[in-house]
């Protein structure tokens, strides 16, 4: 790993030229910054003014000086509002009070100074800019007060922060709402008309980074009263962000001086709805339904009595929330095996003859016997009979059709296999060939998220922020028929996150993030099979009772099968880095950093599969007449559940997955130069270099392209596949 080495140490270099000259940095993706200059009335620079910081909420302050121009920055600063107070010799004191700080926003402020005496103060309260003049990326910014005010929805799923995106311009996606699952939600964003998946969601300056969809966060997101702002960047983002077309940042909300808390919950249920067709229409009652998202937060500063006191320095922010979603619905349109097919009587599915699509003419068999709709046929090879056909006196061989459409019980060819399968199919609640079968499924959801986060002003120059958050997601349904082809999905995530801000001098700031994400996504059959041995089944690999789903068993197409559950397990570890420093040089701010990821995926499935009966097998196929001419008989004969009676099977499907362990390595490096040629001209130029290793395998089971790989079976050519 040749190369891991060479990046690490070209980021080691970069930060200790950054520490070793005196030089301002795009705002990082989840904090803010000021850039601000000082003048006299005149509109004359003032250098050498002292500019104090203080942030509204947690009283943590921090001081700047002007420069030889008036300029003056504060770098990396948590999103919020502050006051900002100017003084110099000669001049009275500015104070601007609620300076409103976006995450991921650099704001400029111009402090007008007017000559007095220090002792006289002028404050003014600031309003928030309209219009992003530093940078020059283009998005929108969601601010606390929006966060409590915007509509969510709030549909079989916890509400997901990614909702807001879709209030943002340029933003289109699909309508969030119950998806494939019972209730996952479908966010595939499209970003100034990007492509699915080609975004990057960043949280305290660490991105999520799904292995799978970036972008994506379907059953790891944090709650919604755990985000303090948010940000979009649809284009023109800086050279700090890669590997994306949009950016979307969210930043968790800090503990204040103050303690605040708040609690909740979001109720739906049977009673606020309306019953149903279904429901009125066969006299039921009504389904129950209940829906609740509930929880609450609590935050402030640490203080342990006679201990420790951490006003203006140690804060801490808890978010606790849970969500239990329990629908249901009378479900009056499954069919199960008719209760007189499974005694093998199949007289109510015999139709009328027969007849030719071409010619319109009744069908025939090679024997001169009609062919009937619905006819059953004994598909034992032993039972075929020879026949000169009375039409065109040729020698057919013809399957015999059962007298009445009725199989006579204990008939030798029957499936003892299937006998044993057959009892696991519920029977009718009425005589009818469909809609025989009334359930009231009931699929679950459960989920929670815990989030604390802590934040710590060692002194003006150092100040560290840490958070942990961890979640689930379960869903699980009752299946169809009955619960052996019922899914069961469970979905936990832990992620933490940690970043050190250094501010070395007002014009010298180096930010760094770590990150650790783990997610995992399990899924499986509610009630696992007891494996094909018990079931009668040789002669192939056996599935792994007690985890695999009982075989899928699909009769046809009218009727609804039972088992075939599949299942898989996916764990994604991603772990990351990156680095950025600042540093100002007169009109000049330059940033330079790098990120380094490294991620695995890990996959499985679990051994499943299917047989699938249809009418062929109990079919009459083969040539029939029509008028005396022969024809190809037509569609219509047989029965699906017959063949199933028979153990005729018309297509297996097994699979036996085995176990794949992706690793590999994504790598940035990146310089950017914030130029401020005139007050009302500022030019952002940059440059970014990134490095993405194809994936491997840990036990080298997955193949990759090697374009310097000679081809023996193609002559030496460079090109081949290595695994």
Request: glycine residues 12%; aromatic residues 10%.
């Amino acid at each position: 790993m040749k190369w891991i080495r060479c990046l690490l140490s070209v980021l080691f270099a970069i930060f200790t030229t950054a520490m070793l000259s005196p030089v301002h940095l795009h705002a990082q993706a989840d904090r803010g910054a000021i850039k601000g200059t000082t003048q006299d009335p005149s509109q004359a620079s003032i250098p050498g003014a002292k500019i104090t910081l203080r942030n509204e909420a947690t009283g943590v302050t921090a001081t700047s000086e002007s420069g030889p121009s008036g300029q003056f920055n504060f770098l990396n600063i948590e999103p919020g509002e502050y006051t900002v107070t100017t003084e110099a010799p000669g001049f009275g004191t500015s104070v601007q009070q609620h300076v409103q700080v976006g995450v991921g926003s650099t704001i400029p402020l111009n402090v007008i100074l007017k000559p007095g005496q220090v002792q006289q103060t002028v404050t003014v309260s600031s309003a928030a800019a309209t219009i992003e003049t530093q940078t020059s990326d283009i998005g929108t910014t969601i601010t606390p007060q929006e966060i409590k005010d915007l509509p969510v929805s709030l549909n079989a799923d916890m509400r997901n922060p990614l909702n807001f995106v879709f209030f943002t311009p340029g933003v289109a996606s699909s309508v969030p709402g119950p998806g494939s699952g019972g209730g996952a939600e479908d966010y595939r964003l499209h970003i100034s008309g990007s492509v699915s998946y080609s975004n990057e969601s960043y949280i305290d300056g660490i991105p999520i980074m799904n292995t799978d969809q970036p972008g994506a966060m379907g059953y790891n997101h944090p709650p919604i009263d755990a985000i303090g702002q948010f940000k979009l960047i649809n284009n023109n983002s800086a050279a700090q962000y890669g590997l994306s077309s949009g950016i979307v940042s969210f930043a968790l909300k800090s503990g204040t001086n103050s303690y605040h808390g708040s609690a909740f919950d979001y109720l739906q249920n049977d009673a606020l709805n309306a019953a149903g067709f279904t429901t009125n229409y066969l006299g039921l009652k009504k389904a129950p339904l209940k829906q609740n998202e509930f929880g609450g937060t609590f935050g402030g500063p640490v203080w342990i009595p006679k201990i420790y006191n951490g006003h203006d320095k140690t804060f801490f922010f808890v978010d606790w929330t849970g969500f239990a979603y329990r629908p249901s619905a009378n479900n009056a349109t499954l069919t199960t095996i008719p209760n007189e097919f499974r005694d093998g009587n199949f007289s109510q599915q015999l139709g009328p003859q027969l007849t030719d699509p071409a010619s319109g003419a009744p069908v025939f068999d090679p024997a001169g016997r009609p062919v009937y709709s619905g006819e059953v046929y004994n598909p034992d090879p032993l039972s075929v009979s020879t026949v000169v056909s009375p039409y065109d006196h040729k020698s057919y061989q013809v399957r015999n059709p059962f007298p009445g459409n009725i199989i006579p019980s204990g008939f030798s060819g029957l499936s003892k296999v299937s006998q044993t399968i057959l009892n696991s199919f519920p029977k009718a609640y009425n005589n009818d060939l469909q809609n025989n079968f009334l359930r009231l499924q009931t699929p679950k959801i459960d989920e929670h998220r815990l989030v604390v986060k802590i934040d710590e002003h060692i002194n003006e120059k150092h100040s560290i922020s840490g958070s942990v958050f961890t979640g689930g997601y379960q869903n699980s349904n009752n299946g169809g028929l009955n619960e052996l082809d019922a899914l069961t999905t469970n979905a936990p995530t832990t992620q933490i996150r940690f970043t050190w801000n250094w501010t070395k001098s007002p014009t010298l700031l180096n930010n760094l993030n770590l990150g650790f994400i783990r997610d995992k996504y399990l899924s499986g059959p509610l009630d696992p099979g007891p494996g094909l041995a018990a079931l009668g089944i040789t002669g192939m690999p056996e599935l792994q009772a007690g985890v695999s789903s009982y075989p899928g068993i699909g009769i046809g197409t009218v009727q609804n099968g039972i088992g075939g559950v599949g299942g898989s397990t996916v764990a994604e570890n991603r772990y990351i880095i990156n680095d950025n420093v600042t540093l100002i040089r007169g009109k000049h701010t330059f940033t330079m950093g790098g990120e380094v990821r490294w991620l695995q995926r890990n996959e499985h499935g679990i051994p499943s599969g299917s047989f699938t009966f249809e009418p062929t097998q109990t079919a009459l196929n083969g040539t029939g007449f029509a008028n005396g001419q022969a024809i190809t008989i037509p569609v219509g004969t047989g029965a699906p559940a017959a063949s199933f009676l028979f153990g005729g099977m018309d297509f297996v499907n097994f699979g036996y997955p085995i176990e794949s362990a992706y690793r590999w390595w994504q790598t940035g490096l990146f310089l950017q130069d914030d130029w401020r040629v005139t007050p009302n001209l500022t030019l952002n130029l940059g440059i970014r270099w990134d490095l993405q290793i194809p994936r491997t395998d840990a036990h080298g089971e997955v193949s990759t392209m090697d374009p310097t790989l000679a081809n023996v079976a193609a002559g030496g050519i460079p090109g081949a596949f290595t695994y």
